[in-house]
């Protein structure tokens, strides 16, 4: 017994899989898109920084921006810059020294940047998936899109909020598994309940009345392609049961037909909805969801990749026939956009680059024409959130955390997280 228990190994349990290391990194959203390594506590940086990434940018300060990281937790302060330093919005005074949260926007001169507390993979950007343009705010996506290209699953669900693309993922779906041809879209929701089995799985000659001739139905006459189910989510629920067997088994019955027909066709499902929460609410089948969701990609919303939103600026207003080009762009248009929420995403996003457009016709972008586009901005916090104007905001509002997030604009979790580390250093 006792030689047996000192050769015994003792059991770890299941490991997570192993992803990479992350580090912190400072992503450039503007001029151009590229990400430096955070640099050592203690650190002052400025235009040789920049300069030995590419970045030139003689608005910034040979000693600009002071580094510190102490605990791990990063904190900057402007170095008695000339032309100064904002974070979020908020240009520091010489006294301020802030805590950035991952996702933070900062700006040196003419520079703005991401910070991202755990960056992976590699510093140079991403190429654009089909017409996605995403050079670091899309690298899972990019992931997911080269497993399913090796793994060929037969339906994928395509999630995502309004306006963030995911037309445009469907097609690079199918197109990295070569089913871009024949391609089509239905929108689920706009389908009449009581034509829905003849749209898509067709009909014998005499199935019912008017029906004279057979037709294939949108299944069947993209055999050898991808059926893009659009608003799956919106699909009544008496009608979901209709999509098994195309799902399950690739067969369609036509109506009117005794016998079902073999189909080869890939099926991408998109929605905005939360399908598991509505599989909870009884308002989608279970068993429905479970075979949509062999493989699943959630295109993320434009607020969570703020870097990449100048990159995608320039490629929509390339394809309206209106280029921009950074050196005919103020920085603070920039940093607007980078600030805003964005609830339609990349399409609102793109209406709000025309309707500048519309407002400033020259060539490039400026505050003013987002001004008419977006009406004014809010004045800015005037100082950063540091320590003491956060406690200051808290005192104000009679200790009403709430009420102190909204006053500083911020979440009421990220003034609960700054808290907790003023209370740990």
Known sequence: MSGDSASTVEHRGPSPPKTGATRPAFVCAFPRPHALAVPDSGSVVGRDWLAAANLADEKVSSKHLSI??????????????????????????????????????????GTLFVYRGEFLGAFTPELPLGELIGPYGLRKVANCLRGIAGDRPRNVLIEGETGTGKELLARAIAESCHRAKPLAFVNVAGVAAGVFESQFFGHAAGAFSGAQGASPGVVVAHDGGTLVLDEIGELPLELQPKLLRLLEN????????????????????????????????????????????????????????????????????????????????????????????????????????????????????????????????????????????????????????????????????????????????
């Open 68 to 109: 510190d990281r102490a605990g791990g937790v990063l904190s900057v302060a402007d170095a008695g810059s000339r032309n100064g330093t904002w974070v979020n919005g908020a240009r520091l005074s010489a006294s301020d020294r802030v805590t950035l949260e991952s996702g933070a926007i900062l700006r040196m001169g």
């Open 250 to 425: 690739r067969e369609v019955l036509p109506v009117g037909a005794s016998r079902p027909l073999s189909v080869d066709v890939l099926v991408l499902a998109a929605t905005h909805r939360n399908l598991e929460a509505m599989v909870e609410a009884g308002t989608f089948r279970r068993d429905l969801y479970a075979r949509l969701a062999l493989a699943r990609v959630e295109l993320p919303s434009l607020r969570e990749r703020p870097e990449d939103i100048f990159s995608i600026a320039q490629a929509l207003s390339s394809r309206a026939d209106a280029p921009l080009d950074a050196n005919a762009v103020e920085v603070e248009a920039v940093e607007r956009l980078l600030l805003a929420p964005w609830p339609g995403n990349v399409r609102e996003l793109e209406a709000a680059l025309a309707a500048a457009r519309r407002a400033d016709p020259e060539p490039g972008l400026r505050v003013w024409g987002l001004d008419e586009a977006l009406g004014k901005q809010a004045a800015p916090v005037t100082t950063a959130l540091t320590e003491e104007v956060v406690n200051a905001a808290i005192a104000a509002a009679d200790g009403n955390l709430t009420a102190a997030a909204k006053r500083l604009g911020v979440s009421r979790g990220k003034l609960l997280r700054m808290r907790e580390r003023a209370k740990k250093d």
